[in-house]
């Protein structure tokens, strides 16, 4: 092809003054013919389209800041072969259509969010247990100086953990100085009591019932599981914030899906059987957040509509979770005596060193 010539208009760059000029295309090059002045040759290769301006496709030149060219309506077919295609959306967009990029990105999208959501299930067994720790006591520290310690409220603590787990060697379990009903599995094994919730316990049987459900979180990898999940999320979604205190903050108020929330109910039940406690008072204890969450007298679809919104099972189903565990004729032995249990119950207002836990909010009940 050659000796072409197409109407359009041009700006040089380096004055603010709009020309007519003529596309002359040569082969594999064009000039631009103004009057009785023909500027170029420029290659096609180094053309780049801009966009569209006023009906007209705009087209600008490598290495050139400012220089314009506009062709008005449709692209002529001699030239559609030289000049860049135009670009509504972006290149590969523009090539599937709107409709199916769109359909394209949805499916990627899902793809990624499904992979974010699920992959932590196998991920996080293969973290290194030292790892984890490392992270834990980065995290957690001495929380503020907050952990409540005494000889004879440790040694109940420690009679409870071991009562509930064979080989609790690589459990830190602590009381907080923290008037809030709630109790959080930690990376590394740590699992954090809170004064609150001893404090509206019954019996330390009901402690022993929350307390056996969140090492189910540390034995299942729910933990570490939640943390990948939620780092994946936040690159997904925006970018991970390297901070440590938003990290922390999103471990403790971190949810768990409800058949990992089952699952570490399953384990406490099993934990609680094989030490002898008797999950009488922990069924009693979502008897009453039954009550309160109005899950009680949920039946039928309003039961599983709020089932379905909660990240936990409903309080109903878990209540009867642990009263079915009851095994009739066996011998259960509280897990605490009384004795022991004054001592875990006073163990926040005898230690003269804690600090208070004013000015700590760590969100939603996860127990």
Known sequence: MSDHIFQAWHFDG????RRPVDIQAVGRDFF???KERRHGPFPFIDVTYVGEQNGAHVYGLDES???????????????????????RYGRWVDRLGFGRAAVAFTAISAAVVAVVLFTP?????????????????????????????????????SKMVN?????????????????????VALPGGKVILFQGLIDSARSPDEVAG?????????????????????LGLSIVLGGADGAGGSLFNGALSSSYSRDAEREADAHSIKAMSEGGVSPVATAGFFRRLSKIDGSENAKGNAARITGYMSSHPLSSERKKAYENS???????????????WKSLQSMCGDDPDVESGFGFDFGKDDS
């Open 210 to 230: 929350v307390l056996a459900h969140e090492i189910g979180h540390v034995r299942e990898r729910h933990v570490m599981q939640s943390l990948l999940r939620q």
């Open 163 to 183: 009562a509930l787990d064979k080989d609790a060697s690589d459990l830190q379990v602590e009381v907080a100085n923290i008037d809030m009903v709630n109790a």
């Open 121 to 157: 299930q196998w991920l996080a067994p293969l973290v290194p247990s030292s790892w984890e720790r490392e992270m834990g006591d980065a995290l957690v520290g001495d929380f503020g100086g907050r952990f409540c310690a005494t000889p004879k409220g440790s040694e109940a603590l």
């Open 65 to 87: 800041d400012g220089w314009r060219l506009g062709l008005r309506g449709e692209i002529p077919q001699e030239l559609t072969g030289l000049l860049p295609a135009p670009r």
């Open 326 to 340: 009851l095994i009739k004729g066996k011998k259960y032995t509280p897990s605490l005596t009384a004795t022991e």
């Open 32 to 34: 631009l013919v103004e």
């Open 14 to 17: 380096k004055t603010p003054v």
